[in-house]
């Protein structure tokens, strides 16, 4: 539990506090290193189309509170709520284009049934 953890956080704090200037070099060095990968792949996130497209969902929710008077007293939906939400809307839209798609193509194979 919590009191074990705290336990182990107390005992690794020791160690390092003891530990000899070449033994704290190697983490850090490991650490410097694994900040500028960090620092790589979150410019590659930030210019990736992904977050683009996360970024416009969460611009496109923040008009939305500002166009209903802004963020109420009560709890705020959540983005994710609202997100949700959205995308159930999209996939009934397609159910339904794919059932009116599906009846054109029968009525289609059927017109071309008859002229044949």
């Given at each position: 539990?919590?009191?074990?953890?705290?336990?182990?956080?107390?005992?690794?704090g020791a160690m390092w506090a003891t530990a000899?200037?070449?033994?704290?070099?190697?983490?850090?060095?490991r650490v410097a290193k694994e900040k500028e990968a960090y620092a790589a792949e979150?410019?590659?996130?930030?210019?990736?189309e992904g977050f683009k497209a996360f970024a416009m969902e969460v611009d496109e929710w923040e008009a939305e509170i500002k166009d209903k008077g802004g963020f109420p007293k009560?709890?705020?939906?959540?983005?994710?709520?609202?997100?949700?939400?959205?995308?159930?809307?999209?996939?009934?839209?397609?159910?339904?284009?794919d059932?009116?798609?599906?009846?054109?193509?029968?009525m289609a194979a059927?017109?071309?049934a008859k002229g044949e």
């Open positions: 539990g919590m009191a074990a953890n705290a336990a182990i956080i107390k005992k690794l000899s200037a070449e033994e704290k070099a190697k983490f850090e060095e979150m410019k590659a996130w930030y210019d990736s009560a709890p705020l939906k959540s983005f994710r709520a609202w997100r949700r939400k959205k995308l159930q809307g999209k996939r009934q839209q397609q159910k339904l284009a059932r009116e798609r599906a009846k054109a193509e029968k059927k017109m071309k």
